[in-house]
Every structure is written in structure tokens, then in C-alpha cells.
Nanobody, 123 residues
Framework: QVQLAESGGGLVQAGGSLRLSCAAS????????MGWFRQAPGKEREFVAV????????YYADSVKGRFTISRDNAKNTVYLQLDSLKPEDTAVYYC????????????????WGRGTQVTVSS
């Protein structure tokens, strides 16, 4: 059984930064892709970013490209999401997840999920 625990969310002004962390247990961490999704109120959960291997291969949603950076520390079984130049539309609950196969952009390609961490960006 894989367990994921997100942390680092909070309230920040537009233009600010946050760093989210996700600690994983129960699986050989380095062997799997790790991703982040987000869900804003009244909207569907959407892909944000994913990282594979030691961090050399990453994919981002167009809406966050150039502002967010995903990384991982396999020694610590932790994946990070650095959020810079935040906008009010980035307000959402951010979820960490493990990739199982298929298109990286779809929820069905991921299996285990954390409980999420709230990010709120004020204007």
C-alpha cells in the first residue's frame, strides 16, 4: 500500500511563491513517476506536472509552464512542486499522485493519491 502526504500549502498574494512537498512510502519510490494535479472549487481535477526517474524527464500543463517546477529527491522519497509567480487562478487543492501508465495528462493514468493541500492566492 502506497501512502502519500502533501504539505506546504497556504495563503499567498499574487506574484508570490510556495513550495509543496509530498512524502511517499510503501513503494520503491525511484522506480515510479510522480505527479501533481489540482482541483479548484466547482472544477474537475486537472494535471499540473509529472516527473520521472531522477528528475530528468518532466511534463507540465501549459497553464503552469515557466512558473512551476517539479522535482524529486529519491533519497528522501519526496517530490516537490515549486510554485512561482502565483496567480489567483492557481487557487486549488493540490494532490500528489503516483503514475501507473498511459497519458500523463489523465487522472486514469495514476493510481495512488494523497489527501491534498490547499493553495489560496489572493489578488
Amino acid at each position: 500500500q502506497v501512502q502519500l502526504a502533501e504539505s506546504g500549502g497556504g495563503l499567498v498574494q499574487a506574484g508570490g511563491s510556495l513550495r509543496l512537498s509530498c512524502a511517499a512510502s510503501g513503494r520503491t519510490f525511484s522506480a515510479y513517476g510522480m505527479g501533481w494535479f489540482r482541483q479548484a472549487p466547482g472544477k474537475e481535477r486537472e494535471f499540473v506536472a509529472v516527473v520521472f526517474g531522477s528528475g530528468g524527464r518532466t511534463y507540465y500543463a501549459d497553464s503552469v509552464k515557466g512558473r512551476f517546477t517539479i522535482s524529486r529527491d529519491n533519497a528522501k522519497n519526496t517530490v516537490y512542486l515549486q510554485l512561482d509567480s502565483l496567480k489567483p487562478e492557481d487557487t486549488a487543492v493540490y494532490y500528489c499522485t503516483t503514475y501507473k501508465g498511459g497519458s500523463v495528462y489523465y487522472m486514469s493514468s495514476y493510481d495512488y493519491w494523497g489527501r491534498g493541500t490547499q493553495v489560496t492566492v489572493s489578488s
